[in-house]
């Protein structure tokens, strides 16, 4: 049991909540309880992790998406909004050569939601919705994503404002810490691939599916 702390990264927050932990104030100790309050004054996708030095949890998995929905939602909302958080884990993995063991050596995992492919669950679409997908590059590698058959549009990057007018784009390319809502059309019915387009974080062993793989459906394709 170890103490903790917490950073909402994107939100611009009193130094009570966010600002450097200080001994009598952000620092959670074990079987304590600290309770963050604040406004939620802008709208967006952002995430939250424990502070920097508790940096070693946050590779460990300790952090999440934090989304707050604007008061006034647009009259081009979409019909889905899903979340989609990209990490990565290393495991150890024993070595055997001729039935001995031989030592251990780190296998890297690629994980969407802490599931990798084949895992991950379809993506299901019904033709004709507007989809939102909020996008959070929580590993240590760039992530070049592309789904086929679609065009991305931009709505926001790293907490900005929405972008007037929306950029277009096949393929976004998230950089580690990288927040992107993009939205699609559903307007193209079929079953489609969406994921990354290396190899190295879509593969596992050799095998794939593995990592970053994801199928996307419309739902006339979900039982085929």
Not at 135 to 161: Q, W
């Amino acid at each position: 049991k170890t103490a903790t702390s917490l950073y909402l990264h994107g939100l611009k927050l009193p130094h009570s909540v966010s600002g450097l932990p200080r001994k009598d104030q952000g620092i959670v100790a074990p079987n304590a309880a600290f309770a963050y309050q604040f406004v939620a004054e802008k709208a967006g996708t952002f995430w939250y992790y424990p502070q920097i030095i508790h940096s070693k949890q946050k590779d460990n998995g300790l952090y999440g998406m934090l989304i707050v929905d604007p008061q006034h939602p647009s009259t081009r909302a979409p019909q889905q909004d899903i979340a989609l958080v990209f990490s990565q884990a290393l495991a150890k993995k024993s070595v055997q050569a001729a039935g001995q063991n031989q030592g251990s050596s780190l296998s890297n995992t690629y994980l969407v939601n802490g599931k990798t492919a084949p895992d991950i669950p379809p993506i299901e679409l019904r033709h004709g919705e507007r989809v939102r997908l909020r996008l959070l590059n929580a590993s240590k590698e760039a992530i070049p994503l592309h789904l086929s058959g679609h065009h991305f549009e931009i709505v926001s990057t790293n907490g900005s404002d929405p972008l007037e007018p929306h950029v277009f784009r096949d393929t976004i390319t998230l950089q580690p810490g990288d927040r992107v809502d993009a939205d699609f059309m559903a307007d193209n019915p079929g079953v489609w691939s969406f994921g990354s387009l290396l190899s190295s974080q879509s593969k596992g062993e050799g095998q794939a599916p593995a990592g970053y793989a994801m199928v996307v459906r419309y739902s006339e394709h979900a039982h085929k």
